[in-house]
């Protein structure tokens, strides 16, 4: 940083005080000579008494003191108190100058309360932080919102993120009353840490420590720990390592909070804390990027889509609400009206080919070409109490086994191309 503009400053303001007459400042003049007796302060500093006003000027620092009346206070006797206010044009040089300010105060003028009233470094240090912290925050955000959203389904937030963030958030839905009515704003409802988290602390399915603990009791062959292991290993799991683990992104995001936490609580900065954001932000920023660029690159394999499957349905069996969970891959993501808790059956992969298989066989009585996956997964299946979420989920596995072939149809019915499913023969 360097010196503001023409008649711009920085200000730097402490009240200090004598509550037990340890010091022997009892007046601004004396108060200036203790200021003055240390050249660890000053670099060409002299003493200005005009009309009872007393300062100290230096090269880009200026000081002036006011005595403090203490004689009408209720509950303390205070043998002297001043206010002490420096300015300057060099934010380099009250940067510097603050902390050995306030310590010699302290330790050679034996000063015992102190309190700054204004720092204008602290602020400027903030007004320059949050900006880089805001933006990783909200890149953060978005990666989470399209990794998750694009690879799970509509209901990631309950499969990705751990049970004491969703509570809350909870509490916190009465926070944004405008776009909340018309938009998702579950993820910005997050604190910085718990964000953060969703990253470096979760595994798909074992997010939640009873879920692993669950795993482990249910645990009773060399097989079935050599499958858990082998879930725990998965490309999901690896693509995280690699991507955010392996590079220290949840170091990195844990030093951020911490300066992320001071802005927030508008505490008192350094310049350090400065330069050390702008190299998290630098870092975290290319961390998460990188990742984002390899969103398309990722793919469950058919074993984990299988174990996800298996999950989702446990879940709908015990009568737990999906809120439109439709998909691992690239299938339309578009709402359909009823409600998906009507649904609880699951739909097994022999039932699914008989459906499918009457569906196709009806497409010439209907003059049709082509059976419409939506329609298939909505309408047929779930007109016979299927949930949508493992059924889609079932299509998607079906397709990777090359079971079945979902494809593009051009219909002048839509305006754009309609996914639709048949049998690999």
């Known amino acids: 940083m360097t010196k503001k503009k023409s008649n711009e400053c920085y200000f730097f303001e402490v009240l200090i005080l004598d509550p037990s007459g340890k010091s022997e400042i009892l007046s601004p003049k004396s108060l200036v000579y203790g200021l003055m007796s240390t050249e660890k302060l000053w670099s060409n500093a002299k003493s200005i008494e005009k009309n009872d006003e007393f300062a100290i000027e230096d090269t880009d620092i200026e000081l002036k003191i006011k005595p403090v009346d203490t004689s009408s206070t209720l509950y303390d006797l205070i043998e002297a108190g001043f206010l002490i206010k420096v300015k300057s044009s060099d934010f380099d040089k009250l940067e510097r100058f603050r902390y050995m300010f306030v310590i ?141 683990k392996d590079k220290g992104f949840d170091k990195k995001w844990k030093q951020l909070f911490k300066v992320r936490n001071k802005v927030a609580h508008n505490n008192l900065f350094i310049k350090d804390d400065l330069e050390s954001t702008i190299e998290l932000h630098k870092e975290l920023k290319e961390i998460i990027l990188n990742a984002e660029s390899k969103i398309d690159e990722f793919k469950f394999s058919v074993e984990e889509q299988v174990a996800i499957r298996e999950k989702i349905s446990d879940k709908v069996e015990s009568n737990e609400s999906l809120s439109s969970p439709k998909v691992l891959g690239k299938i339309d993501l578009s709402e359909y009206e009823r409600d998906e808790s009507d649904f609880f059956d699951i739909i097994t992969e022999e039932e699914f080919f008989k459906e499918l298989e009457r569906a196709e066989n009806s497409l010439r009585y209907n003059n049709l070409t082509y059976v419409g996956l939506k329609s298939f997964i909505t309408k047929l299946l779930g007109s016979k109490g299927y949930a949508f979420g493992p059924s889609y989920a079932l299509a998607n596995i079906l397709k990777e086994q090359e079971k079945v072939e979902i494809y593009d149809v051009d219909d002048p019915a839509s305006y754009w191309p309609v996914k639709a499913i048949k049998k690999i023969k």
Do not use: C
Not at 176 to 197: H, K, P, R
């Open 104 to 244: 010699h105060l302290r330790n050679r003028l034996s000063f015992e309360h102190i309190r700054i009233l204004t720092d204008d470094i602290s602020t400027e240090i903030s007004n320059k932080a949050y900006p880089l912290i805001n933006e990783l925050e909200n890149l953060l955000r978005r990666y989470i919102s399209k990794f998750f959203t694009q690879k799970i389904g509509l209901d990631w937030w309950q499969k990705a993120v751990p049970d004491k963030v969703i509570e809350k958030t909870k509490m916190r839905t009465g926070n944004e009353n405008v776009f909340s009515n018309i938009v998702q704003t579950d993820l910005t409802l997050i604190d910085f840490d718990d964000l953060g988290e969703i990253i470096y602390k979760h595994k798909l399915g074992f997010n939640r420590p009873q879920n692993l603990a669950d795993s482990l009791a249910d645990v009773t062959t060399l097989e079935e720990l050599e499958k858990l292991k082998a879930d725990l290993d998965s490309n999901y799991n690896r693509f995280f390592k690699e991507n955010f």
